[in-house]
């Protein structure tokens, strides 16, 4: 294998760009993929926010029900669908048939569907259901009115799954070394945060379109021709990448040997059954999974109650995207911030704990004065008029700000404690564990808040009715989440302690099996002299 001479960095080089100039093949369009994939992937969660929330009959009542009995079971019937192809196609093949679907809904949803909305919607049958059915069930019927803003809700929460979770990042797994991945993986992460600075701004330009559209225009239908141009144009680099990938990188020994990367371990598919086994087997595993399901449900809880008063702050679709896309620009902007200068600096110096603490912390202060503002509003009309706006636009912002802090720290400390947490494990451990993790915790973070809010919504009958029990519910569920992390940080002190006393008394037993091979050559070596 033809090797390239490199020099070493310099420390301001291997910190901004540990990059040679030949890896720039490899790196820029892989790079350019991702951050495709992460632009798409703003525009199409702003979009279909808007679309469910404001959609008539609707709010944002209706996620819970479509997250729970549309977009489990797609995700399940794509996972079998992927797995049938992979065994017919070839992996250029199977990548292009996978990118497809959404290529082709999103090119039609603006141009055919969202303009026959009002024929492809059964709205009278939806009526005589609403006259029917208690006022809980009101999301099961916003989503069966609009159905085809529900398809496109789920397309755009598989995008997620499918294309950067499967597609890219298994693609980069096969075929980046672990010496490059050490020094890829890190920009890639900036790649997705840069994109969130250019999807906001550009979904506020296209929502601020409604300005210049005549009369008889709708300038919803006008936002959605231009959000879903910017999505098709991005799948047009996406495809051209990957073709690059493969005609010029993964042919140049420098960048691909198959035979090299096949000594990567790969990790074990699970079924849901032997997942829990797993989990149940191992309190260390268990409390792991905790934290994920934890700060999944916490996060879903409070975003549905924001998004409803979102709702009732923009009730028209264009203001309402443009708010989404200046709240997804701020996130990229603070994620940047908090992961270069206050992530690795806090576990370097107050320890795991304490990093893996200011998550769960972070989301119950928040989610209290959140939470507080909705219930009380109208106990602080002073306060609000001293701020000089409503109590309503004050519940909004104080949501973005709380979901903008909760998924930065997630990003810079969460997901960098959690991945920690595997370090001291052994090898089984390390595999079997993170995918016991990922089938498990990830869809059980994800489903459990839609189950409790559906619970509270049909009980309740709305969610300003639910909002009092959300709240002891957060603060339940938070409770859950800082007792495992701190009974977690003392196995994990035990397990690194064990590894590094493992690690000492091998290095040791290695000095001492060397140690008399030194005496026996040292005499010899005094001999000939």
Known sequence: MTQTAEKPFGKLRSFLWPIHMHELKKVLPMFLMFFCISFNYTILRDTKDTLIVTAPGSGAEAIPFIKLWLVVPSAVVFMLIYAKLSNILSKQALFYAVLSPFVVFFALFPLVIYPYRHILHPTDFADTLQAILPSGFLGFIAMLRNWTFAAFYVLSELWGSVMLSLMFWGFANEITKISEAKRFYALFGVGANVALLISGPAIVWSSKLRASLGEGVDPWGVTLYFLMAMFLCSCAIIAACYWWMNRYVLTDPRFYN???????????????????????????????????????????????????QLKMQFPNPNEYSAFMGTFSFWTGVVSVFVMLFIGGNVIRRFGWLTGALVTPVMVLVTGAIFFALVIFRDHATGLVAALGTTPLMLAVVVGAVQNILSKSTKYALFDATKE?????????????????????????????????????????????????????????????????????????????????????????????????????VSPAIEGVS
């Open 420 to 520: 920690m947490a595997y370090i001291p494990l052994d090898q089984e451990q390390k595999v079997k564990g993170k995918a016991a993790i990922d089938v498990v915790a990830a869809r059980f973070g994800k489903s459990g808040g839609s189950l409790i809010q559906q619970g509270l919504l049909v009980v309740c009958g709305s969610i300003s009715a639910m909002t009092p029990f959300l709240a002891v519910a957060l603060f339940a569920i938070i409770m859950v989440w800082l007792t495992s992390a701190t009974k977690l940080n003392k196995l994990f002190l035990a397990a690194s302690a064990a590894k590094e006393q493992e690690l000492a008394e091998a290095t040791a037993a290695a000095e001492k099996e060397a140690s008399p091979a030194a005496k026996e």
């Open 258 to 308: 198959p035979a090299e990367l096949k000594a990567k371990k790969s990790k074990p598919k699970m079924s849901m059954g032997e997942s829990f086994s797993y989990l149940l087997r191992s309190p260390y595993m268990l409390l792991l999974a905790l934290l994920v399901i934890c700060y999944g449900v916490c996060i879903n809880l409070v975003e549905v109650t924001w998004k409803s």
